[in-house]
Structure formats: structure tokens, C-alpha cells
């Protein structure tokens, strides 16, 4: 594998995060130590090498499911005003399977043991956006991912346009006292994805979409935040990795 491809590759994501980071000072949800972001930090370049070393073995899987399947029964444009379309329906139907996936993810508790190192974080800000567990992608390309593959025949440009839309996943993550209010329906925020994060009782099963709260509007997981609403963030059981090697193992660590 290429470790420094790896590491390279980082750096736009990591430029994002840290611009992202700055721009959190203006206007914070809650006061934060840094630690925690540190952490992050380091965790999204080791997340980077070992995902390095995984997808390609994935990929050669799901290529071969696909092609096995008869690969992409829709073919989208990849020029004009119909890659503008395609583009649209790629990403709306990608949301669509990470809203169903992050359900299941929070419904089955071998999915649940991996996705609550998300959780864990209890200062919620833009570094936590890519603290998911280094297997989580690998399944993703083995389930949504394939059936994405599956449905469309996709083009590189439409890739490329999703690319860049998947970089507002930072977005929602940021520690910014931010909300659409009345329209938290339209697109996800800083406001919205906290709720999912909280720590509270409350807000346990709710507001799963990536991108588009609709999802959660179409299939009763929607909950509008209250004005001034932004609550602590972690697991209710307080656990949180002690390092990087428990991290990796988060799964199966004796808790
Ligand atoms: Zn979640
Ligand atoms: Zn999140």
C-alpha cells in the first residue's frame, strides 16, 4: 500500500477541518478542551493508511458483485444539465441508504459497537467528522455502496461531484451554535446533527440523515430543535477510547 499517497491524500480534508476549526471560535455551541480534537486529528490519518490498506480488497469484492449482478441498471449522464440531474439523483439516493445504514447502525448491536466510537466523542466539533471506526467503510462498500453500484452506472464526473458534496459532512459536525429553525428540514446543521449526538434521554433515535433531514421527515425520526437547543454530546455510559490502540479495537474492548 501507499502509505504516503495515504497521508497526502489528507491533506484537503484535513486543510477543511482545520479552517473549519477556526471558524468554530466565532460563535462555539459549548467551550471545549482540546484534547479531544488532537485525538481526532491523529485518528483521521490512521484512519487514512488503514483504509488505504482495506479498500482496495473491498473493491476488487464489490467489482466483482457488481459485474456479477449485471453492474448498473440506469445509466446517468455525465455532461450537461443531465450530469447536473444524475448527480442529484446519485446523491440523493446515496443519502438515502446512509440514513438507512446509520439506522441500522444504531437498531443492531454488533453495527452499534462499532458506530458509538462516533458517539464517544463528547466535544462534538469538525475533527469528529471522520472519527468512524476504520471497518465501517469496508462494510459500507459491501452493502450501500454495492447496491449504489448495482442500481447506476455511474460516471467519474458524477463521482467527482459527490466528492465534493460528501465535504459538508464537516459541516454539521462543527462546534457552531448554528440552526435552520423551521427549515432544519431542508438540510442537516451543526443544531441538528448535535440532537443525534446528544447524550440526553431524549433525543435517543432521532435526526439520522447525512444531508437531507427528509429522511428523517418521510420515516418519523425527525425532530426539530428547540431554539437554544444544544445539548452535551457522547455515549450514555460515559465510555470513551483511551488511545489509538482502543480505538482500533473499539468493537471488541472489554468494557
Ligand atoms: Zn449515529
Ligand atoms: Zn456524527
Redesign the pocket.
Known amino acids: 500500500m501507499d502509505i504516503k499517497a495515504a497521508l497526502l491524500g489528507t491533506l484537503p480534508l484535513l486543510a477543511i477541518i482545520l479552517v473549519a476549526l477556526l471558524i468554530e471560535r466565532t460563535n462555539p455551541a459549548e467551550v471545549q478542551p482540546l484534547r479531544s480534537a488532537g485525538f481526532n486529528l491523529v485518528y483521521t490519518v490512521v484512519f487514512a493508511v488503514v483504509q488505504t490498506a482495506v479498500v482496495p480488497l473491498v473493491s476488487v469484492v464489490t467489482v466483482v458483485a457488481v459485474n456479477a449482478a449485471g453492474g448498473g441498471w440506469i445509466k446517468l449522464p455525465g455532461t450537461g444539465w443531465g450530469l447536473l440531474f444524475g448527480a442529484l439523483l446519485y446523491t440523493f439516493t446515496l443519502d438515502l441508504m446512509e440514513y438507512l445504514f446509520h439506522r441500522a447502525q444504531h437498531r443492531f448491536p454488533v453495527m452499534w459497537a462499532m458506530h458509538s466510537f ?1 458517539h464517544s466523542d463528547t466535544a462534538l466539533n469538525a475533527t ?2 471522520n472519527r468512524h471506526h476504520w471497518a465501517e467503510h469496508g462494510i459500507k462498500m459491501l452493502t450501500i455502496y454495492l447496491l449504489v453500484g448495482v442500481i447506476f452506472k455511474i460516471n467519474p464526473a458524477i463521482v467527482g461531484v459527490y466528492a465534493v458534496i460528501s465535504l459538508y459532512n464537516v459541516f ?2 462543527m462546534n457552531l451554535r448554528i440552526g435552520f429553525g423551521r427549515l432544519s428540514f431542508a438540510l442537516n446543521s451543526p443544531q441538528y ?1 448535535r440532537v ?2 446528544s447524550v440526553l434521554p431524549e433525543h435517543y433515535d432521532c435526526n439520522f440523515a447525512a444531508l437531507f433531514p427528509v429522511f428523517d421527515v418521510m420515516f418519523g425520526t425527525y425532530r426539530e430543535p428547540r431554539e437554544g437547543e444544544f445539548p452535551p454530546t457522547g455515549l450514555d455510559n460515559h465510555k470513551r477510547p483511551s488511545g489509538l490502540i482502543d480505538a482500533m479495537i473499539w468493537p471488541v474492548r472489554v468494557r
Do not use: A
Open positions: 462516533h469528529t467528522t454539521p459536525h446533527h443525534h449526538h
